[in-house]
């Protein structure tokens, strides 16, 4: 895949709302949590990174995989659909238990008119079950799509998906039930990636990084959906 796919707010320069806020959730993590979960938390991360899921993921220039998933009111979405009517834009995140997921989906719901008026369509994806996916749709007053991708299949397809390392699959588990929002015993996540999709199907801009507390910056994928219009 393109070696250029892998940005990280850092790259970009983006230092935005969202990212002040990611910052603010990281440190009150940091506040409250023990030394042992945070470095517990690092190692998972640079586990991740070891994965080699970074040098799988789809980015710039390569061909977006088809996909088909089921919005939870029980519509059938397709790239394919999404796409004739122009570029398509996807966050991809981890599941409604995330607070950097639901902050990053907030912040999205803050561009979508801006999104929407370069012809554009946001959509977000989850491994959660559609009544999860619903339920944080509707916590967090979305006016996009967010469609469940039960098994990761889609982002499998998209080489986002990694394995939770042993340790910290327990403490999800433990601590609000990954097996149910997911709906499987699997432990496997996407990466909190971005992707915007030219109506070719190529992508034209990727947002890619092992770290869960880095995302794209709306701001960042409005300049990419006007420089895909130039």
């Known amino acids: 895949m393109s070696g250029d796919a892998t940005r990280t707010a850092s790259d970009t320069g983006a230092q935005g709302d969202l990212r002040r806020g990611l910052d603010e959730i990281r440190a009150g993590f940091n506040e409250r949590a023990s030394d042992e979960i945070k470095t517990l938390y690092d190692w998972g991360v640079e586990q991740v990174e070891r994965s080699g899921v970074l040098e799988r ?17 029980g519509e059938r979405v397709s790239l394919s659909g999404l796409l004739a009517r122009g570029p398509v834009v996807l966050v991809w995140y981890r599941g409604g238990w995330c607070p950097y997921c639901n902050l990053t989906l907030r912040a999205y719901q803050q561009r979508l008119d801006e999104i929407g008026s370069l012809g554009a369509t946001l959509v977000a994806i989850t491994p959660e079950v559609p009544d999860r996916s619903l339920s944080t749709a509707e916590k967090n007053r979305l006016g996009y799509r967010v469609l469940s991708d039960p098994g990761n299949v889609a982002a499998r397809a998209f080489g986002l998906v990694f394995e939770l390392p042993g340790e910290i699959h327990e403490q999800y588990q433990g601590a609000f039930d990954l097996h149910g929002f997911n709906g499987d015993e699997s432990g496997e996540l996407p990466l909190a990636a971005t992707h915007v999709i030219a109506p070719d199907g190529r992508v034209s801009w990727a947002f890619l990084s092992a770290d869960y507390r880095e995302r794209a910056e709306p701001a960042d994928v409005i300049a ?6 130039a």
């Open 224 to 229: 990419a959906l006007r420089n895909l219009r």
């Open 57 to 73: 993921a789809v980015g710039e220039g390569d061909a977006a995989p088809a996909f088909e998933l089921e919005h939870a009111t």
